[in-house]
């Protein structure tokens, strides 16, 4: 009996510890994704030289997360991550394709001159097909991986609603880290941005209840609701403050409130789908690693994580402030 309590207490720990890895991934990420999808709107040069500029020194660290995410699923779920990487070929190859065209372009655009635009050009479809094909991984795993027209609509949302919350992360992150013509743009960007994030978070909610067994397994349960409304709740709040921060001209303000309703929609998201993995098909107990290797992991993690908390502060905090154009 013991050991059973033992292996449940370590796979539900990991569990919240991929879990606190994802929210990191698509907190910091997300905001330069969204970055790269708003150079799509930019046609002046100089405006998308600041945009890549504000993110310049931090895009690649972001990405560690994404890398430690993996790491942690292949170790801790590796039943998980062979269902969901056989089922999700396409989308994660894509998703990979897409993070390899971000990257070059960056670099390639610092030594271009007439294929400038081209690159520029790159990086934005490379942002937005990235947040494609997250949307896209979200709506499949919530819908248990089952086909139909029900659940490619589903995950249509999904796809629509991963672009423009991270296009929001993006719009306030520019808020906070530029000025003149680029911040003002940025601040119609973000009120475009959480009002079409709100509603594809309420159609996905919606549709979570009548078309995934999400709805069935833990909805229903008395407890997990009263939590649910009581996260809709400050998830309401903060859509109301970004507005009001926007109006009133915060800096700061807008971004941090962004970053509170992506991490109170991942908590409900998370109590939804506990204790699965998948929905239907396959739960956090079936997916877990031995005892051993979960304590095992437990230690590497332990110091790894640490490490990367502390680089990820440093660097935002060494490179804090406005964003100065830099001339050439």
Known sequence: MNAVTTQELL????????????????????????????????RDESDRDVMIQSIGHVWDAN????????????GAFPAAYSLLLTQLYVPVMLLIASLIMRG??????????????????????????????QGIVLGKVLTGLVPG?????FIAITAIGVVSGYSLLGATWLIKKTTGAIEDAS???????????????????LGTVKITTVGVTRWDDVGVFHVLLALAVLAAAAFVYILYAIRMRGEHSPFIASMVLFVVSFAGLAISLFPYI??????????????TTLVFMLFGIGIVFPVMIGYNL???????????????
């Open 187 to 205: 601040r119609r960007y973000a009120t475009y941005a959480v009002f079409t994030t709100v509603i594809a978070a309420i159609v996905v909610s």
């Open 11 to 42: 796979s539900n720990a990991w569990f919240g510890i991929i879990g606190l890895m994802l929210v990191f991934y698509v907190v910091t990420d997300g905001f330069d994704l969204g970055v790269g999808i708003l150079t799509l709107f930019r």
């Open 278 to 291: 998948v929905p239907g098909q396959l739960s956090i107990a079936s997916a877990a690693s031995d005892g």
């Open 104 to 133: 070059a372009s960056i670099e390639f655009r610092h030594a271009a001159h007439r294929s400038k635009r081209v690159w520029d050009a790159v990086f934005g479809i490379g942002s937005l097909l990235t947040a494609i094909c």
């Open 149 to 153: 027209v029900d659940s490619a609509a």
């Open 314 to 328: 440093f660097q935002y905090h060494l490179f804090r402030g406005k964003v100065v154009p830099i001339k050439h």
């Open 63 to 74: 990405e560690t997360w994404l890398v430690a995410l993996g790491g942690a699923l292949f």
